[in-house]
């Protein structure tokens, strides 16, 4: 049988965290009982953030300097997706430069699609289908004053599954379809609508999950005791400790499910979960990840020597601890559409979107790409007929030359509080490329406490530039932000 594992991992987590003890303190009135979940933090997405633009840094943290061209297709599993009739995976691929030979798919309508997705790319691979990207990403609207918008939070993770050990090698998996409705959004519902919580977990959670994973560690051939990491995505940790008895893990064996520090990602969360456990791990050790949704996927996997080599270029560890504290509630509110604000007369612009000015310059837009000079050998972005170098100005010599992953400085910015801005004010500026060239581009993932400075290091990233609400329709671009400053992670190996 051909050996199958994850020959690369990632994840994107938002650096901004909402405060949960501020949540809770401006709904006590309404609900007390929400002051029990208020303590810790949730990542919140950017209103220019969603879940393909988190799946595409989440990749980009994955792939670092992997050759994209052996990639041959991509799932991308979310329950939030933001086009329902247009492939999402297709605009992640075209963000990342991939061959446009390959397959993808859009996964959705459960909390296990993730997982769902990991179980699949692990068949195909087998059949001789890979190396395939799996990616989960969410961003859920939830019910303000909730639990559940308490516990919830945005995020991604990226595997990269192929042929050979890898970081870790598939043992064994097991899948159990169960319409069991703990939770449901139906068509054209913004909000998620939450069963009975006792009701959940002992019909659940207790009486599911350990049918699927004695099924799955049979199939991998060990014994639950060797298990040494188990990734269960459930809110609640009480949750994975039962389990945990019940299928013989030991307590010291089960992850943390990320609750105080960014919160239950959805469909993300098992493989969010399982980046940050492969970040941890040592060569032989055993991972056991669960997904739960209308049933239960268990995949177990063994952690091999090339873990120590095929790490993310950041990863869960460093996006948690690369944050700011936001305590501002409203803002989250307005930012999604939660409450309705008076957006002013200048937020009425027609945002229409040209799809054939789109689709004839989906290279420069969608993945960054510029030109260079054969003559002289100077970058510009946008690419044109002429050389944008005063001292050759060849005619019809430019090459294509991608800017997505070039380094960058800050030459001058504006903090804009009269143009119309979703999250004002609007900042902009003028960003010298490392190799060469230049481009006036939006700023993203500023810190409002921390203003930006001429000659800071800038990376690119992936957005929504703007939203036509007339049409549903969201136009995406690159954005300059500040570069990710290393930061010492406790427990990181």
Request: with cysteine; glycine share 12%; aromatic share 8%.
């Amino acid at each position: 049988m051909t050996s199958v594992g994850i020959q690369a991992f990632g994840g994107y987590v938002p650096r901004r965290r909402l405060q949960r003890s501020v949540i809770a303190e401006s709904n006590a009135w309404f609900n007390p009982g929400l002051k029990r979940f208020g303590v810790g933090e949730r990542a919140i997405a950017g209103w220019d953030e969603d879940a393909v633009t988190m799946a595409v840094e989440a990749a980009r943290d994955a792939l670092g300097k992997i050759v994209r061209d052996s990639v041959r297709g991509v799932y991308l599993a979310s329950t939030s997706l933001p086009f329902l009739d247009r492939q999402n995976a297709g605009i992640v691929s075209e963000a990342l430069r991939l061959r446009s030979e390959l397959r993808t798919l859009d996964i959705g309508g459960s909390q296990r699609a993730g997982t769902s997705s990991l179980v699949t790319a692990f068949q195909a691979v087998a059949g001789g289908g890979g190396p395939l990207l799996v990616v989960g990403s969410e961003k859920r609207r939830t019910r303000a004053a909730s639990p559940l918008e308490l516990t919830t939070g945005d995020g991604a993770a990226a595997l990269l599954v192929a042929e050979g050990d890898g970081a870790a090698r598939l043992l064994g998996h097991a899948s159990e379809t169960v319409d069991f409705v703990d939770h449901y959004r139906g068509q054209d519902q913004p909000f998620d609508y939450v069963w009975e919580e006792r009701w959940v977990r002992d019909e659940g959670y207790l009486k599911i999950v350990p049918v699927t994973v004695g099924r799955a560690l049979a199939s991998a051939g060990i014994e639950a005791g060797a298990v040494d990491h188990f990734c269960f995505p459930a809110a609640a940790r009480r949750v994975a400790g039962t389990l945990a008895r019940t299928i013989g893990i030991g307590e010291a064996r089960i992850r943390d499910n990320l609750q105080g520090t960014c919160g239950e990602t959805g469909a993300a969360h098992p493989l969010l979960m399982l980046v940050h456990a492969l970040e941890d791990a040592v060569p032989g050790d055993t991972i056991l990840v669960v997904g739960f949704g209308q049933g239960c996927d268990a995949v177990v996997l063994k952690v091999c020597t090339a873990v120590m080599d095929t790490g993310p270029a950041v990863g869960i560890h460093g996006h948690l601890a690369w944050r700011w504290e936001d305590n501002n509630y409203q803002r989250y509110l307005a930012t999604n559409e939660l409450v309705e604000i008076e957006r002013g007369l200048r937020a009425e612009v027609d945002k229409q979107t040209g799809l054939t000015t789109l689709y004839r310059n989906k290279e420069m837009l969608l993945g960054f790409v510029g030109g260079c000079c054969t003559k002289c050998g100077t970058p510009q972005y946008p690419r044109g007929n002429l050389c944008v170098n005063p001292t050759c100005g060849a005619v019809g010599r430019q090459d294509e030359h991608p800017f997505s992953e070039s380094g960058a400085q800050l030459n001058s910015y504006t903090a804009d509080q009269l143009t119309y801005s979703v999250d004002p004010p609007a900042y902009y500026g003028m960003v010298q490329f490392d190799e060469g060239g230049r481009a006036m581009l939006d700023l993203a993932d500023v810190d409002p406490n921390v203003a930006p400075e001429v000659g800071q290091r800038m990376r690119m990233v992936f957005r929504v530039k703007d939203y036509d609400r007339a049409r549903g329709f969201r136009r995406y671009f690159w954005k300059a932000a500040p570069a990710l400053v290393p930061v010492e992670v406790e427990g990181a190996v």
